[in-house]
């Protein structure tokens, strides 16, 4: 009796019944010797094995059929290959990989093996763009500040109009100014000066060469550029910042009376918890204990639960005191079991169970994660029908998916109630949370970043769909904080820093802050210096969303 007789005679007299355990012997070494043989690139051992199997109908016929079709495009069988996806799609519908074959048969070129996975490469896809400015707008939108940098550098030397002109200007600043290279960005907005005198453009301008002054410590000549640009400034708000400015670059000068009057006029245009509670630090430091004290306690009245009222209360030494009258109401978790309706007969949860038996574990959790995001069922890799729930949770402040956050966050020594505090500034826990800029799930991960997270993890078949599901989006956020540690180091607010703006930015102000005052920066002083307004408010909302988490949950 040949093999294939033999086969389909096991699979007629014994039904494969993976919902009850049951998996033929003989069809699972066959289909995990084909396994191993494409893991291992040996496309003809492949074809080899899995042919005979081809016309199984097993939970898992989808991943036979696929790694078979591939396997024969590989060794040149085009069109059996072309048969075998088309019987993947018409029979299939629900498999994984559907989306990939379908793009496949429809390709110009049906006969290329398919790729393993993952997203195009943006610097490939950038290089791949013929005409230059297209080719800069793409490398500036990849992030690729270098490159970027270097295209703008040469399309401000062209003939363009002078709108033209003027936008190429303001992404080359940009794009140095992103790249640690102020010396390019300072002439690109000179030249915006020189082309528009007398504008809001060169006002803008000038405020960026005043920044970017600042940014790299050259303290001495932020100030007078300031001062120039409170003449060309028209609103209250915008005189008030650059007050600010001014008397942020007094402080880190020392010059501390000067910079209690900077924050006291910045005041006088429109008030700030910012240039309150910095007046009040500048007048401790310049001796004006009893001053900077009234100062403090006026922070923690107007601004309660906020960042400086936070710092306030910590400089007062009444910290905890403040922090009891805020949230009276502390919690110990206790913990409960819910059931959860796991349905007993779904084709893709034989199909999870099969695999796992299979021992296929990194495949079993790309279908959990599936039939996670299609259930709505936050249910780990065992799919038991219970979920471990804290009972009491602030509503302002509460701990979703906190058994699971917990039991992962403990293996990367990292505080359960920090990511909390970030899940809430993020996304206000809605699972379903989409940013302009298009990052996804609880904790805001932008698709590519997952990628690279769960690539260098070593996850397989990753959709960004996943990050709509809650537990998959928690445990790649918690791999990228893990990773962002590794590379700026544990102080949390590098952390922050690097995770909403990018570790590479991050690193580069660590390194160039690190030598900028005879002691170094305060953890305050950095946070007050992180360039990005946007990410700097990030910070400091988080910190404090973290202080009322570690407060409440005691």
């Not at 970017?212 to 640009?229: E, N, T």
Request: glycine share 8%.
């Amino acid at each position: 009796m040949n093999l294939l007789f033999a086969l389909f005679f096991l699979f007629v007299a014994t039904p494969l019944s993976a919902g009850e355990g049951g998996i033929d012997p003989l069809y699972r070494r066959s289909f995990l010797k084909g396994y191993e043989a494409y893991q291992d690139g040996k496309w003809d051992r492949t074809v080899k094995i899995l042919s005979p199997l081809k016309e199984e109908m097993t939970p898992i016929r989808d991943y036979l059929l696929y790694y078979l079709g591939n396997a024969l495009l590989k060794e040149g069988g085009c069109q059996e290959a072309r048969l075998i996806f088309r019987g993947l799609v018409e029979g299939e519908k629900e498999s994984r990989w559907v989306p990939a074959v379908e793009a496949q048969l429809r390709g110009e070129d049906p006969c290329h093996p398919l790729p393993d996975g993952g997203p195009p490469v943006r610097r490939l896809v950038c290089e791949a763009v013929a005409s230059l400015p297209e080719k800069a707008n793409c490398f500036f939108s990849a992030r690729l500040y270098q490159e970027a940098r270097d295209l703008y550098g040469h399309l401000v030397s062209q003939p363009y109009s002078t709108g033209r002109q003027l936008f190429y200007l303001a992404r080359l600043s940009q794009s140095a100014s992103r790249s640690e290279d102020s010396e390019t960005a300072i002439r690109a907005n000179e030249e915006i000066r020189r082309l528009r005198p007398g504008t809001k453009a060169s006002s803008d301008a000038l405020r960026k060469i005043a920044f970017l002054h600042k940014d790299r410590g050259d303290f001495q000549k932020a100030i007078p550029l300031f001062r120039k640009l409170l003449g060309e400034e028209k609103t209250r708000g915008r005189r008030r910042s650059v007050w600010q400015e001014i008397g942020w670059s007094h402080y880190r000068l020392r010059h501390y009376r000067e910079a209690a009057e900077a924050f006291r006029q910045s005041r006088s245009e429109e008030d700030s918890p910012f240039a309150l509670y910095w007046e009040g630090v500048s007048r401790r430091k310049g001796g004006e204990k009893k001053e900077a004290s009234r100062l403090f306690r006026e922070v923690i009245e107007r601004y309660p639960r906020g960042y400086y009222a936070l710092r306030a209360a910590q400089r007062l030494g009444i910290l905890k005191k403040t922090l009891r009258v805020w949230w009276p109401d502390r919690k110990k978790i206790r913990w409960e079991r819910a059931p959860l309706a796991i349905p007993e007969e779904d084709p893709l949860l034989e199909k999870i169970r099969l695999l796992r038996r299979l021992e296929l574990n990194g495949e079993a959790a790309i279908e959990l994660r599936r039939w996670r995001v299609r259930s709505g069922l936050s249910v780990g890799l065992d799919l038991r029908g219970e979920v471990r729930r804290p009972i009491d949770e602030d509503p302002d402040y509460p701990i979703p998916h906190a058994s699971f956050l917990r039991e992962k966050a403990k293996g990367l020594d990292i505080d359960p109630m920090f990511v909390f505090a970030m899940m809430r500034q993020e996304s206000r826990f809605s699972e379903r949370a989409v940013s302009g800029a298009g990052a996804l799930g609880l904790l805001q991960l932008m698709p590519e970043t997952a990628w690279r997270t769960a690539d260098s993890a070593g996850w397989t078949g990753f959709d960004p769909d996943w990050l709509y599901e809650p537990l998959t989006n928690i445990e790649l956020a918690l791999l990228y904080l893990g990773k962002i540690r590794q590379e700026v180091g544990k102080q949390w607010y590098g952390v922050v820093a690097s995770y909403s703006a990018g570790e590479q930015p991050v690193a580069a102000w660590l390194k160039m802050r690190k030598g900028l005052a005879p002691l170094g920066l305060s953890e305050e002083e950095f946070i007050e210096e992180i360039p990005y307004a946007e990410t700097r408010d990030y910070v400091k909302k988080v910190y404090a969303n973290w202080q009322a988490y570690r407060w409440i949950y005691r």
